[in-house]
């Protein structure tokens, strides 16, 4: 099993204070030496946070979640407010823009990675009727069966006429990373129609220069899309392995959804784990709903289960 620290991402608690620096004590007060600064981290916890980082009790900022701190024009935080795969020209340029704001503040921490949403392709909701044939006990059904091939094929047409903008600002994104000495995770989605469709993530991959770019693999996310039949979540994690740079870690349950502490949901941990490379980096995200004993919880369970590699 994977042996690096557990980070906290502060996507559990940043909407609940307006003090960055109480921010990151609660997360050394949990027991965790590193976190990740989630996409809800707003401007009006920055100076607190730059403050507290030099504390030497600090937990150490590893990870940004792209957009952060929040777009300042934005009402509510969300990664999605802005994508490099809008038709809008002027959309994909603040995409971009604030992008680079992130890898900026993120070598101003003394990060290691930012996290990326790649955008969308497709209709809206187009995995809703799969989900509702799911919940009914039709998985594997033929109606199922059919409905998933229709899906897959209108998602990956959408993929390939969204691509080549996505890429052309992901590769600029790239040089500037590179330049600040940022890796950038790309993260799989639990939605269907954000990119890339699973079975292209080779592709992707392939034309995005390592080191600077890696995989993110969020086990939520990947957990849902095993379930409706869209991957096989080992077989995934055994392809893309030598890509993998990072982690979101939570645990996910059909009816319940993911960001679930540790043992609340139906991933087989014991399994998987064993497939991540062992100098990955792990980030905990957990719902802000989730108490602060199951956050305690979650990191015993990862102190007590993660091993050596033999």
Not at 59 to 66: C, G
Not at 111 to 116: E, Q
Request: aromatic share 8%.
């Amino acid at each position: 099993m994977p042996v690096s620290p557990l980070a906290l991402s502060t996507c559990w608690h940043a909407d609940r204070t307006t003090d960055g620096a109480a921010l990151l004590r609660q997360a050394a007060d949990l027991g965790f030496s590193s976190v990740e600064l989630s996409h809800n981290t707003r401007f009006n916890l920055w100076p607190g946070i730059l403050a507290e980082r030099q504390s030497i009790k600090a937990p150490r900022i590893d990870v940004l979640h792209n957009f952060c701190p929040v777009p300042v024009e934005l009402l509510r935080p969300h990664p999605n407010a802005y994508e490099f795969s809008d038709p809008r020209p002027a959309a994909r340029r603040l995409a971009e823009r604030h992008s680079i704001a992130t890898l900026e503040a993120a070598a101003t921490v003394g990060a290691r990675f930012v996290v990326l949403h790649l955008g969308s392709a497709g209709p809206r909701h187009i995995a809703d009727p799969l989900e509702s044939l799911a919940l009914q006990g039709q998985l594997g059904t033929r109606t199922f069966v059919r409905q998933k091939i229709s899906t897959i094929r209108t998602l990956e047409k959408a993929f390939h006429e969204t691509w080549p903008r996505v890429e052309e600002i992901l590769l600029r994104l790239g040089e500037k990373a590179s330049s600040l000495g940022l890796r950038l995770g790309l993260e799989c989605r639990e939605d269907p129609r954000e990119i890339p469709p699973d079975d292209f993530w080779d592709f992707l991959l392939a034309r995005l220069p390592a080191p600077t770019f890696g995989y993110w693999h969020d086990f939520g996310h990947a957990a849902g899309k095993h379930w409706l039949g869209f991957l096989d979540h080992a077989q995934h994690l055994r392809r893309l392995a030598p890509r993998i740079i990072g982690v979101h870690l939570h645990d996910y349950h059909p009816e319940k959804g993911d960001h679930l502490p540790l043992g609340h949901g139906s991933i087989p941990f014991r399994d998987l784990l064993p497939l991540i490379p062992s100098e990955t980096h792990f980030s905990l995200e957990l719902s802000p709903d989730v108490s602060a004993d199951d956050v305690r919880a979650s990191l015993s369970w990862w102190n007590q289960n993660r091993i050596s590699p033999s």
